[in-house]
């Protein structure tokens, strides 16, 4: 499954009107493209997204047309406007209204130092920025239109920095609008923080949830060939430091089998249904023999969405988060936080959870192992065991608040662990929050 989007554009949109006449509006059109060749340039602008610039508009009805074929467009995830000159706001209300995709609206200007000494009205009439800006920002603050504001010349990293990260979100923002997942049983019993109104989330996001059976599932996995299952044994023998227990010939390889069996059958339904996220329920697990835990891990590692429990709104979100991130150093995961160190000179916490955790945090090459599992009613699961590189990250969560979504995140510090945890046998992360 991709992570990257191979055809996503963002569409640059210049701003001006008729009445400067076409000389002037020629000059507009180069110094936009110029802009937008800029920014396409950077190649911090995004994550396999083209940014595609579009004729100046300078009318009503060319704008309500563009900000229409946006909306049709699946390859649209999202606009950049700017007014090079002055254009009248009004004309923009019905073409915004429209609107849903992500906006960044770009205050910028063609040149970055003024030419003091040459300044005549020609110049000033073509360099009206500072005016056509403000009168966009007044209409968009005037219908209530959410969009991320970037302030600055095009040539500076900060400006192209602020504009990749909005370009990162409307990727996620596209993802969640086209994402399929899937959840094998329903909700852990009496859990509420995991539960929501998967109806409001298609409305909302466009994001569809669907359950099946977990015995679904179970039929996928009895149906693995023998050969998918030696050729995934091997492959985890080369990836992974094997626990000596888990090697061909010993007493728990036939639990090694099993884990990849649960890989390729999981894998090929999520593959045979366009799913790109999916959950699990340790309540909830029918025929199978163990927790999926091996498989969940390498699914996250390739891109996929995952959430613990039923929890489909951290399943989606991990798998935004994945498309968002895709290119940059580092890893996303599903991760609960556990416990504190609350010690005046700490202040830190212990994240992991039973099994699944995702390898593309590891700090060095994860151990496979297989220990007890004192819920869910099966035999020894077989998991990914590692400690998380330390690195800067962020702490995300989305929770249905009944009548709204809420997403809560916080900076952290990734730390390695202050002393080795020899008896937890699960993937950690150990992490400050920031500020403190």
């Given at each position: 499954?991709?992570?990257?989007?191979?055809?996503?554009?963002?569409?640059?949109?210049?701003?001006?009107?008729?009445?400067?006449?076409e000389d002037t509006l020629a000059q507009v059109a180069a110094q936009s493209r110029q802009?937008?060749?800029?920014?396409?340039?950077?190649?911090?602008?995004?994550?396999?997204?083209?940014?595609?610039?579009?004729?100046?508009?300078?009318?009503?009805?060319?704008?309500?047309?563009?900000?229409?074929?946006?909306?049709?467009?699946?390859?649209?995830?999202?606009?950049?406007?700017?007014?090079?000159?002055?254009?009248?706001?009004?004309?923009?209300?019905?073409?915004?209204?429209?609107?849903?995709?992500?906006?960044?609206?770009?205050?910028?200007?063609?040149?970055?130092?003024?030419?003091?000494?040459?300044?005549?009205?020609?110049?000033?009439?073509?360099?009206?920025?500072?005016?056509?800006?403000?009168?966009?920002?007044?209409?968009?603050?005037?219908?209530?239109?959410?969009?991320?504001?970037?302030?600055?010349?095009?040539?500076?990293?900060?400006?192209?920095?602020?504009?990749?990260?909005?370009?990162?979100?409307?990727?996620?923002?596209?993802?969640?609008?086209?994402?399929?997942?899937?959840?094998?049983?329903?909700?852990?019993?009496?859990?509420?923080?995991?539960?929501?109104?998967?109806?409001?989330?298609?409305?909302?996001?466009?994001?569809?949830?669907?359950?099946?059976?977990?015995?679904?599932?179970?039929?996928?996995?009895?149906?693995?060939?023998?050969?998918?299952?030696?050729?995934?044994?091997?492959?985890?023998?080369?990836?992974?430091?094997?626990?000596?227990?888990?090697?061909?010939?010993?007493?728990?390889?036939?639990?090694?089998?099993?884990?990849?069996?649960?890989?390729?059958?999981?894998?090929?339904?999520?593959?045979?249904?366009?799913?790109?996220?999916?959950?699990?329920?340790?309540?909830?697990?029918?025929?199978?023999?163990?927790?999926?835990?091996?498989?969940?891990?390498?699914?996250?590692?390739?891109?996929?969405?995952?959430?613990?429990?039923?929890?489909?709104?951290?399943?989606?979100?991990?798998?935004?988060?994945?498309?968002?991130?895709?290119?940059?150093?580092?890893?996303?995961?599903?991760?609960?936080?556990?416990?504190?160190?609350?010690?005046?000179?700490?202040?830190?916490?212990?994240?992991?959870?039973?099994?699944?955790?995702c390898p593309s945090l590891a700090a060095a090459t994860p151990s496979c192992e297989i220990?007890?599992?004192?819920?869910?009613?099966?035999?020894?699961?077989?998991?990914?065991?590692?400690?998380?590189?330390?690195?800067?990250?962020?702490?995300?969560?989305?929770?249905?608040?009944?009548?709204?979504?809420?997403?809560v995140a916080n900076r952290i510090d990734v730390v390695g662990p202050p002393e080795p945890?020899?008896?937890?046998?699960?993937?950690?992360?150990?992490?400050?929050?920031?500020?403190?």
């Amino acid at each position: 499954m991709p992570l990257a989007p191979t055809d996503s554009e963002v569409w640059f949109l210049t701003g001006s009107q008729a009445l400067y006449g076409e000389d002037t509006l020629a000059q507009v059109a180069a110094q936009s493209r110029q802009i937008c060749e800029t920014i396409a340039a950077d190649t911090a602008a995004g994550p396999a997204v083209r940014i595609v610039w579009k004729p100046v508009l300078t009318e009503a009805d060319a704008i309500r047309r563009m900000c229409l074929d946006a909306e049709a467009d699946d390859r649209c995830i999202g606009l950049i406007a700017w007014m090079h000159t002055f254009s009248p706001a009004k004309m923009w209300i019905t073409g915004l209204a429209s609107l849903r995709k992500p906006l960044l609206h770009l205050h910028t200007q063609a040149n970055r130092r003024l030419p003091w000494s040459t300044i005549d009205m020609d110049f000033m009439n073509l360099n009206q920025a500072a005016h056509g800006d403000r009168e966009f920002g007044h209409i968009q603050s005037r219908i209530g239109l959410a969009r991320k504001t970037v302030t600055g010349h095009v040539s500076s990293p900060d400006v192209s920095h602020r504009i990749a990260a909005w370009t990162r979100a409307a990727v996620g923002r596209a993802e969640f609008a086209r994402l399929r997942l899937a959840r094998f049983g329903d909700n852990m019993r009496d859990v509420a923080v995991t539960e929501g109104d998967k109806v409001e989330a298609q409305f909302r996001f466009g994001t569809s949830v669907n359950t099946y059976g977990v015995n679904e599932l179970v039929a996928a996995v009895d149906a693995v060939d023998e050969n998918a299952v030696a050729a995934l044994t091997e492959e985890y023998a080369d990836r992974y430091t094997l626990a000596p227990e888990l090697l061909p010939g010993k007493e728990r390889h036939t639990s090694l089998r099993y884990a990849a069996r649960i890989e390729a059958g999981l894998r090929g339904f999520l593959t045979g249904g366009g799913f790109t996220a999916f959950t699990t329920n340790f309540e909830d697990l029918g025929g199978l023999r163990q927790l999926p835990g091996l498989a969940v891990q390498r699914l996250m590692a390739d891109g996929y969405g995952f959430g613990g429990e039923g929890d489909w709104k951290t399943s989606a979100l991990l798998r935004a988060a994945k498309a968002m991130a895709y290119g940059l150093p580092g890893g996303t995961s599903f991760m609960e936080d556990y416990t504190y160190d609350l010690a005046p000179d700490s202040g830190l916490v212990l994240g992991a959870h039973m099994l699944e955790v995702c390898p593309s945090l590891a700090a060095a090459t994860p151990s496979c192992e297989i220990h007890p599992l004192s819920i869910g009613g099966r035999e020894d699961p077989v998991r990914l065991v590692f400690d998380a590189a330390p690195a800067p990250g962020v702490v995300v969560g989305l929770a249905d608040m009944g009548s709204r979504f809420r997403l809560v995140a916080n900076r952290i510090d990734v730390v390695g662990p202050p002393e080795p945890l020899p008896l937890l046998p699960v993937a950690r992360a150990v992490w400050r929050p920031e500020p403190d």
